[in-house]
């Protein structure tokens, strides 16, 4: 994600700019998606995944605010 971040700052319009964070947020949700596969079929700890997903969830709201 964070590749893609730094290319949609690089992006060169603001339709560019618009893609790129599209592209991001759909990976953020992706990996939201793996990380409940992770804490739901494994011995892992929970706190530690439910604390991942709290933040990949910030991540999001964060991005489709500059969306």
């Known amino acids: 994600m964070g590749a893609n971040i730094i290319e949609a ?3 060169s ?3 560019d700019f618009k893609n790129f964070i599209n592209h ?3 990976s953020a ?3 939201s998606y793996w990380l409940c ?3 739901d079929g494994t011995e892992i700890e ?3 995944v439910n604390d991942l997903l ?3 969830d910030e991540l999001a709201k964060i991005l489709v605010s500059v969306y």
């Open 9 to 11: 700052q690089a992006g």
């Open 13 to 15: 319009s603001k339709r």
């Open 24 to 26: 991001v947020l759909k």
């Open 29 to 31: 949700n992706e990996t």
């Open 37 to 39: 596969l992770l804490r």
């Open 46 to 48: 929970i706190k530690e």
């Open 54 to 56: 709290k933040e990949a």
